[in-house]
């Protein structure tokens, strides 16, 4: 990772950890929401620990992003991109907020008309996924992992590095790449 990558992750750590210290006590609203995504993660099949690790990775996640969580295992970063995480022991990522939620997570896991970028090579690990014409700046998001751009057919996407320049162009959707190395990469546009 690069040395300027790291100051601003580590930057970003410190705003969280300051914020978290003058946060106002949970409102009756996020009590009963923290309640419905429990309530999700069990009626996916998920233990009890489980369904309280799953809470743990994605508090861990919203402390260094803008964003809310939208389901037991998603997260709505401000910049429109919703970010998936997996589910404790497993693999791949799978929707928790659908009846879906409850059949096996599956490999390459992304939406129509999305640009899915992952955490680990072979579309596996935490999945961020893209859909505004716009963009996104990366966070945290570096080593070797891998995407699929399952956009409209044709549709290319771009990695730029810090400057914004543009580094490397994918080829035409439908494409996958079992391993890229997202380190140099600061911002992304799946079109």
């Known amino acids: 990772m690069s040395l300027l990558k790291r100051y601003a992750s580590l ?3 410190v705003v969280a950890v300051l914020s978290v210290g003058l946060a106002v006590p949970a409102s009756a609203e996020t009590t009963r929401t923290q309640a419905a995504f429990g309530e999700q993660a069990r009626a ?3 233990s009890q620990d489980d ?3 799953l809470q743990t990775k994605v508090d861990r996640y919203l402390a260094r992003h ?4 939208v389901a037991a295992n998603e997260i709505a970063l401000g910049d429109g991109a919703t970010l998936t995480v997996t589910v404790p022991g497993e693999k791949y990522v799978r929707e928790l907020s659908t009846s ?3 059949r096996a997570a ?3 896991e992304c939406d129509q008309d999305y640009f899915c970028m992952y955490r680990q090579q072979l579309g596996m690990g935490d999945r961020l996924a893209l859909y505004y014409c716009q963009d996104y700046a990366l966070q945290d998001w570096t080593g070797e992992g891998s995407y699929y751009n399952l956009q409209t057919r044709g549709t290319q ?3 730029k590095n810090r400057n914004r320049t543009v580094i490397h162009t994918t080829p035409a959707a439908p494409y996958g790449d079992p391993s890229y190395d997202w380190t140099p990469v600061w911002f992304v546009r799946p079109c």
Do not use: M, P
């Open 11 to 13: 930057a970003a750590a």
């Open 106 to 108: 599956a490999q390459w």
């Open 157 to 159: 996407a771009q990695f």
């Open 44 to 46: 996916a099949g998920l």
């Open 66 to 69: 803008h964003g809310r969580q």
């Open 51 to 53: 369904a309280k690790a």
């Open 100 to 102: 879906a939620g409850t």
